[in-house]
């Protein structure tokens, strides 16, 4: 059996490249009701800390930058 060792998928992705947590931003991991995002400490950018999500949205909706991207799973759509 083969084990995966890394995560190869998250529902939530952020793009490093567009998020702002640098500059002071915290927005995603504020709205988070679940509270499974966070700022990485070492990149300085936001990532799914755990891989729990409501599909709730407000992370994707009211990041400034349109950094995050929620991939909601086909069976609930
Ligand atoms: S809301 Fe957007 S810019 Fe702000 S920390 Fe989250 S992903 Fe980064
Ligand atoms: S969709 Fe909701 S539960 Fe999922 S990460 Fe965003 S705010 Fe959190």
Redesign the pocket.
């Known amino acids: 059996m083969t084990i995966a060792t890394t995560r190869t998928q998250a529902?939530?992705v952020v793009d490093q490249s567009k998020c702002i947590a640098e500059k002071g931003c915290t927005v995603?991991v504020d709205?988070?009701?679940?509270d499974?995002?966070a700022i990485d400490m070492v990149s300085n950018k936001a990532f799914?800390k755990f891989d729990?999500?409501?599909?709730?949205?407000?992370?994707?909706q009211d990041c400034p930058t349109g950094a995050?991207q929620?991939n909601i799973p086909y069976l609930l759509r």
């Open positions: 529902p939530v995603c709205v988070c009701p679940l499974v995002l799914m729990e999500c409501w599909y709730c949205m407000p992370c994707e995050v929620v």
